[in-house]
């Protein structure tokens, strides 16, 4: 009798993908615990720098696969910008940690925090998002939450806005402003990133409607 | 009798072209009227804004006309890449007049006037040069005009790097060298990706002449 | 007697590859002079410009190749991609050295001398490996210069973020912090670009093998 594998070679993408989501919402939790507590900030950064490793190499068995498969469940272009943005995600993330330890910040600035809290929240929205991926049926559910990734990204601008006019206007160390404007970047292109999974996440319902 | 459209879906991808073009156009037209005045600052900011945000909305249209055509006039690469780098000047158009704003500057500096001059001069470049593009018979004159844009995006490479060594050598006030030094990159970027647009176009006529 | 050409057309993409691998090694090697010497700074930098310039006429002949060919040597978007990431490594170069000369620096910093000395190591590196790029029996020794670029970008890496917590550190003028902070990013900015040439023959390889 021959055994026939019942999970197809493509299923293979939708477990990277989900693993890749799973990724950055534990490099955002980490974050969060790090600007939150602002203590054992050398072994924090490591361990999000640990996980940003991690999703390195999410993203290449996803191009590996991708080079071996000859039938894809979407878009080849769309496979490849996905883990891409993902993985963007992850690198944001730990460039904004590591930037705070280079520059030896102190506690981190009260627009920090928030802008973390919203980077929580849109890695869990992409999480929930790229579960849907492999059940068309959810895709008005998947949709659901591309829109609140896309809210999430204007509320961030917003506080990105706010805190860069208010560094320059208050008493703060010119010192402090240069570093903080690289580290309020970072956090605010990592929510950037979250619209980029958005934006193909609805390009592929779309097509596949 | 029947009906027949006498316009093929691939005329549409024109007609987007041509309205992403108009829009970059009116954005540095407004941006002229902000930098040159300098008055009604938080209106004019949001008039760009929006025209920008019309930009991404005609963005989106190539998109979805891009996944819904099988037949296109030219490369789906290239039609993705020309709808992205219109897409970018507005961007940056956006990004500078924001800056400003959030920063709140004082007047423009003569290089930002400069440097605004030319992004008109190159978007009404690119208006004419996207006109032509549907028409093959007149790739000649398509081709003057990318060679046009390519010698502002030189002359604003010279006026960025002059405003930017002049930046510090000035007494300029240290936090308004780091808002400028801004400032001046936007609208540098912004004839950049004029020069992108103008790339995409030549490598079209290259490859249907 | 029909004479036939010996030289496929592909054979030519090969060439112009490894014209551009040794174009950024020459760039590396002025920067290098530029750097250790610090002497006709104008002059030195002018040849740079020169050399990326002409990398840049590299990178169009390779895609007026590509647009003429219809079965190439390995997959057109790497082909692309590889024509881009070595033409990225000598803008990199070349903005170093012109953000130098356009910001007036006194002499380069140590930090500066170090992330040249691995630029010329890495761009050495990355013209050996496109060299191999041609015969896929060496493909073995091609992807031992791969782990050497990524080995050289980690430490480009560490002496980077050393550099940069430095600059904020010491008694640096504030000044010289903005400037030499768009140096370094440049800097390492070049070597990153060797890691993406490095990653695109790892996938040729990984493809072809």
Known sequence: MVKISLMPREYKFYDLFEQGASNIVRASLKLKELVDNWQNVEALVAEITEIEHHGDSITHQVMAQLHRTFITPFDREDISLLAGSIDDVADFIQSAADAMLVYKVDRPKPHAL??????????????????????????????????EINRLENMADRVYRTALGGLFEGETDIRDVIK??????????????????????EGVALKNA
Not at 117 to 140: C, F, N
């Open 114 to 147: 928030e802008l973390t809290d919203i980077i929580v929240k849109s890695a869990q929205e992409v999480e929930q998002a790229v579960t849907q991926l492999r059940r068309p049926g959810e895709y008005k559910h998947m949709l659901e939450r591309c829109v």
């Open 180 to 201: 903080w404007r690289e580290i309020y970047e970072h956090l605010e292109s990592a929510t950037d990133r979250c619209e980029d999974v958005a934006d193909v996440l």
